[in-house]
């Protein structure tokens, strides 16, 4: 498709499970993030790639969070021991050179759901 | 720490009404202001701002940036049902590639 796809929409798991989340971004697109969006609130930076090496993690809130991008296209954020407080809207947005004209273009969002 | 303040959080209106929101930010190296409009998931770009009273401009919807008072506001005229949605004021640093996002305000726009 041509735009950033999420999979899977939505996903409801237990408490200490582990998860992945999977984002494709729009082809050509060297900048790819990934942002968590609770329920009322605004999207809350996590982590940056540009091409293959995440460039800012700073917004992973611990280490049970980690993001691959091994071949500079699609990227999977995978969360550990998963808590109730990880609940939320996982958000992917890729551009194409890290945000130099603004447009990010943000894919639908895996909603997570922990039990 | 950036901080971005969005107002009025949620605001309900009638078709055709004009109404202005309001984005205030505390930014330690100043970039851009963007804002984007989220329907449902998905939020989609609108304006990027980076100079102080230019005024950006879309159909109804303008949006201009003041850097002295470290705001924005964002206009949309003669609204129609099709503007409901949750508007999204975001801040960039000079440094770097985040974005720091408000709370958003949800408009609602009725018949």
């Known amino acids: 498709g041509a735009g950033v796809s999420q999979t899977p929409s939505n996903k409801v798991t237990e408490k200490g499970k582990y998860v992945e989340l999977r984002c494709d971004p729009i082809s050509g697109h060297t900048a790819l993030y990934w942002y968590r969006q609770s329920l009322g609130q605004g999207p809350e930076f996590l982590i940056y790639?540009?091409?293959?090496?995440?460039?800012?993690d700073s917004g992973l809130p611990n280490d049970r969070f980690f993001a691959v991008r091994p071949e500079g296209s699609v990227s999977t954020l995978k969360i550990q021991r998963t808590e109730r407080g990880d609940s939320a809207v996982y958000l992917c947005?890729?551009?194409?050179?890290?945000?130099?004209?603004?447009?990010?273009?943000f894919g639908e969002g895996s909603r997570l759901t922990v039990l | 720490e950036d901080k971005v303040v969005q107002s009025p959080l949620s605001l309900v209106v009638h078709e055709g009404d004009t109404v202005t929101l309001n984005c205030s930010y505390e930014?330690?190296?100043?970039?851009?202001l963007l804002w984007y409009k989220q329907e449902k998931k998905a939020p989609t770009f609108l304006f990027m701002l980076?100079?102080?009273?230019i005024e950006k401009k879309s159909g109804r919807l303008s949006s201009i940036l003041d850097k002295k008072e470290l705001f924005s506001i964002l206009n949309i005229t003669a609204t129609q049902t099709g503007d409901s949605a949750v508007y999204l004021c975001a801040v960039k640093e000079t440094s770097g590639s985040r974005l720091t996002f408000g709370e958003g305000t949800q408009l609602t726009v009725n018949p």
């Open positions: 930014v330690t190296n100043f970039r851009s």
């Open positions: 980076t100079s102080s009273g």
């Open positions: 947005a890729s551009s194409f050179s890290g945000l130099n004209t603004g447009e990010l273009f």
């Open positions: 790639f540009q091409g293959t090496g995440a460039a800012d």
